[in-house]
T-cell receptor, first 116, second 111 residues
Framework: SAVISQKPSRDICQRGTSLTIQCQVDSQVTMMFWYRQQPGQSLTLIATANQGSEATYESGFVIDKFPISRPNLTFSTLTVSNMSPEDSSIYLC?????????????FGSGTRLTVV | DAKTTQPNSMESNEEEPVHLPCNHSTISGTDYIHWYRQLPSQGPEYVIHGLTSNVNNRMASLAIAEDRKSSTLILHRATLRDAAVYYCILRDNTGGFKTIFGAGTRLFVKA
């Protein structure tokens, strides 16, 4: 099964600044997914990132606020731009992982972001 | 992806079995049933999956109803480390491989 390294694990940021979260996978994967988990809530999909193409964003999420890069088949970044306290959440990346059964996934450990 | 319904929370005593139910009445013939759990301060982790038959692995068992409209995740002996949010998810490739999470069931385990 895939192993994901997600960095940073946590950060405290000033409002108006940006934070870039990195997701490194130990194997090549076609699709990577970015999720947000607000305090006490379930996971909400932000976007799907395919290598070599623009990310596909879900309703309510826009590229200017959450730009995503996918330079190769093992790496992706998510930037949270112009942050406000409402962006305080856990951000997670995940990849399709056939070791977890058909259409199964492996998740990173998450980045806990606090905006002050 | 079809919708699933789970109880918001459940409680169990340590070392007793736990049965976590999931209803998925609109499941299609190609949907796989996946269970994930999220321990405190961690990302979700895979627990088990199945299609039609009951499944066992080292973590849990999955019992699937004959009509596939419901399933039950069984933890045979709950430990304090099993306290987590458990998500039941239906997966096939028609959703573009993305996964939509419901609210899940928060399992409390009492010593």
């Amino acid at each position: 099964s895939a192993v994901i390294s997600q960095k940073p694990s946590r950060d405290i940021c000033q409002r108006g600044t940006s934070l870039t979260i990195q997701c490194q996978v130990d194997s090549q994967v076609t699709m990577m997914f970015w999720y947000r988990q607000q305090p006490g809530q379930s996971l909400t999909l932000i976007a799907t990132a395919n290598q070599g193409s623009e990310a596909t964003y879900e309703s309510g999420f826009v590229i200017d606020k959450f730009p995503i890069s996918r330079p190769n088949l093992t790496f992706s970044t998510l930037t949270v731009s112009n942050m406000s306290p409402e962006d305080s959440s856990i951000y997670l990346c995940s990849v399709e992982d056939r070791g977890r059964g058909p259409y199964g996934y492996t998740f990173g450990s998450g980045t806990r972001l606090t905006v002050v | 992806d079809a919708k699933t319904t789970q109880p918001n929370s459940m409680e169990s005593n340590e070392e007793e079995p736990v049965h976590l139910p999931c209803n998925h009445s609109t499941i299609s013939g190609t949907d796989y049933i996946h269970w994930y759990r999220q321990l405190p301060s961690q990302g979700p982790e895979y627990v088990i999956h199945g299609l039609t038959s009951n499944v066992n692995n080292r973590m849990a068992s999955l019992a699937i109803a004959e009509d596939r409209k419901s399933s039950t995740l069984i933890l045979h002996r709950a430990t304090l480390r099993d306290a987590a949010v458990y998500y039941c998810i239906l997966r096939d490739n028609t959703g573009g491989f993305k996964t939509i999470f419901g609210a899940g069931t928060r399992l409390f385990v009492k010593a």
